[in-house]
């Protein structure tokens, strides 16, 4: 079976997000003034083989926990569909 | 009315994406062999303060084409969820 995932890879809650913030005050300049709390993560596409979508799930945290984020700043979600 | 709306931004795909390439090639390297076509973009929340659903939309787009994305480069989707 192959699924494609959809990745959300944010900055936490708790820290600071210094591109987030900039971006906050830039709208801000720009006439953007309704626009608030800008975060800004990393969203990522890919494409996996495999006999089952729980193995599917466990390979992809996988990958999530070892090279695709940074656990100790970042928390990540995603969606898993079957094509 | 405040919403949040959360912003997904991919390199076309007609256009090469040679971040995504080379986490597609490190995931073989480290045992991924399953994983393919990776595409990496960007991730953003953010949050709107509007009259309406729709006026809220037309500033996203607007925000999104003037100063969130480079139009030759990126696409852009959204969802909207009303605070």
Redesign the interface.
Known sequence: MKFIA?I???PLKALLDPQ?KA??Q??EK?G?N?????????????????DSREKAME?IN??CN???TNPIIEGYSYTLKEV
């Open positions: 959809e959300d890879i944010m987030g971006v906050s830039s709208m720009v953007f309704e626009i608030s709390n800008v975060r800004i993560g990393k969203h990522i596409t890919l494409e996996i083989e495999s390979r996988d990958a070892k090279i695709l």
